[in-house]
């Protein structure tokens, strides 16, 4: 149990374009969910944090206007990139949890590339 | 402020060998949960274990176990017999809260990682 699904896996887009990727819950009702990036060699940080029905909570430096979240059910979260530039190119990876677990469940990332 | 610490950049060990990875934290909350996860090169994240602060007993599961000394503030990781799939990168990881209601919501704070290699 506890599965979470990411798509797409990877995805290249061009510079200027903006791209959603899906985080879903499977097989249990997500309260919360996390979006992290991960740029090569470096550890995960934490972008933002979602509530069902409400709006994210942003971490410090990161932009809420360029990094969109929508977790608008339980079972799914949405990360949008708009106007992408190369700099964004990097590894997100989001988690689930849901109040009587102690612990996040995430998903298998998805690998952004910006041309 | 909480900090996770984790000094080993890289390390090695003979495959069947035991292993230590280092792991320390600071956080100024009494409750709060400490968690190894582990990344192969795929990308995806792996629970390993998981410590909570009032937990009285190290954890185990399987060939994986937390040497927990709070005073110390140290959660290292121990993986004994190392396989060639141990391979990996290997990330400490505090959650202020204990879980459970209202505390699985509260967010992670990872450390830098240790990459592992074990050798034949």
């Known amino acids: 149990g506890a599965v979470v699904s990411q798509h797409p896996s990877r995805v290249i887009c061009k510079s200027g374009t903006s791209v959603k990727i899906e985080c879903r819950s499977l097989?249990?009702?997500?309260?919360?969910m996390f979006w992290y990036r991960q740029f090569p060699k470096q550890s995960l940080m934490l972008m933002a944090t979602?509530?069902?029905?409400?709006?994210?909570?942003?971490e410090q430096g990161v932009e809420k206007d360029k990094f969109l979240i929508n977790h608008a059910s339980l079972t799914l979260s949405t990360l949008t990139v708009t106007s992408a530039h190369p700099e964004d190119s990097s590894f997100y990876i989001c988690?689930?949890?849901?109040?009587?677990?102690?612990?996040?469940?995430f998903g298998p990332g998805t690998r952004l590339t910006v041309t | 402020a909480q900090k996770i610490t984790q000094t080993q950049p890289g390390m090695f060990v003979q495959e069947k060998e035991a292993v230590t990875l280092d792991c320390t934290y600071d956080t100024s909350d009494q409750s709060y949960g400490l968690f190894w996860y582990k990344q192969p090169s795929s990308g995806e994240m792996i629970f390993l274990i998981y410590?909570?602060?009032?937990?009285?007993q190290n954890a185990t599961e399987g060939r994986y176990s937390l040497n927990f000394q709070k005073a110390r503030k140290s959660a290292n990781l121990v993986i004994s017999a190392s396989q060639l799939g141990d391979s990996a990168m290997y990330f400490c990881?505090?959650?202020?809260?204990?879980?459970?209601?209202?505390?699985?919501?509260?967010?992670?704070?990872f450390g830098t990682g240790t990459l592992l290699a074990v050798q034949p």
């Open positions: 097989d249990f009702q997500a309260t919360t």
């Open positions: 410590q909570g602060s009032y937990d009285e």
């Open positions: 990881a505090m959650r202020e809260g204990l879980g459970g209601y209202g505390g699985a919501t509260n967010k992670l704070i």
């Open positions: 979602s509530n069902e029905g409400s709006k994210a909570t942003y």
């Open positions: 988690s689930a949890s849901q109040r009587r677990f102690y612990e996040q469940y």
